[in-house]
T-cell receptor, first 113, second 117 residues
């Protein structure tokens, strides 16, 4: 049981390049989330998926797209990376409903030059 | 609108000393409350959570938190800090399930804990 896994762990992009961050969970969770973490800003929600087949915008969705590929996988795509997207990205998942908590992946550290 | 405030950005304590990290929230009813810990270079791990019942909640690693409705607070405590407790601590709140589909965590900005030997 690996929990929530993210790939890659580190990535350096040039401005304008695109990339996809991958996230997978093996806990049979319904809901999945993408956050970014920046110094002094805490965690900010980019997109979330309450269940397979649905996605919704969070606080800071501009410049990102997501795909809920199946129940296990939730990817985050940067179509044209900008220096402002330099951040640490975390994926999380949870069981929908009840008194559940979110389980986090180890993060992807992205630098956009 | 819901909000979470962690008044202390950075705290330094000596190993063996007691610890209290503050968390205040703004919400009309009693939300679900969480404390997470993030070690350097790692993801976030749940320390404890409160939903209802006993207002003193026990968590992992010897941490506890007390919910005080009158003060809208959910402070995290540990009687004796270990050097391995040095990390970033985040408080988060969420509306209860029966409030509808808009259930997302609202995060505080975190408190960075340093532990002196």
């Amino acid at each position: 049981n690996a929990g929530v896994t993210q790939t890659p762990k580190f990535q350096v992009l040039k401005t304008g390049q695109s990339m996809t961050l991958q996230c997978a969970q093996d806990m049979n969770h319904n809901s999945m989330y993408w956050y970014r973490q920046d110094p002094g800003m805490g965690l900010r929600l980019i997109y979330y998926s309450a269940s397979e087949g649905t996605t919704d915008k969070g606080e800071v969705p501009n410049g990102y797209n997501v795909s809920r590929l199946n129940k296990r996988e939730f990817s985050l795509r940067l179509e044209s990376a900008a220096p402002s997207q330099t951040s640490v990205y975390f994926c999380a998942s949870r069981v929908t409903g009840g008194t559940d908590e979110q389980f986090f992946g180890p993060g992807t550290r992205l630098t956009v030059l | 609108a819901q909000s979470v405030t962690q008044p202390d950005i950075h705290i330094t304590v000596s190993e063996g000393a007691s610890l209290e990290l503050r968390c205040n929230y703004s919400y009309g009813a009693t939300p679900y409350l969480f404390w997470y810990v993030q070690s350097p270079g790692q993801g976030l791990q749940l320390l404890l959570k409160y939903f209802s019942g006993d207002t003193l909640v026990q968590g992992i690693k010897g941490f506890e938190a007390e919910f005080k409705r009158s003060q809208s607070s959910f402070n995290l405590r540990k009687p004796s800090v270990h050097w391995s407790d040095a990390a970033e601590y985040f408080c988060a709140v969420e509306t209860p399930y029966n409030a509808g589909n808009n259930r997302k965590l609202i995060w505080g900005l975190g408190t960075s804990l340093a532990v002196n030997p």
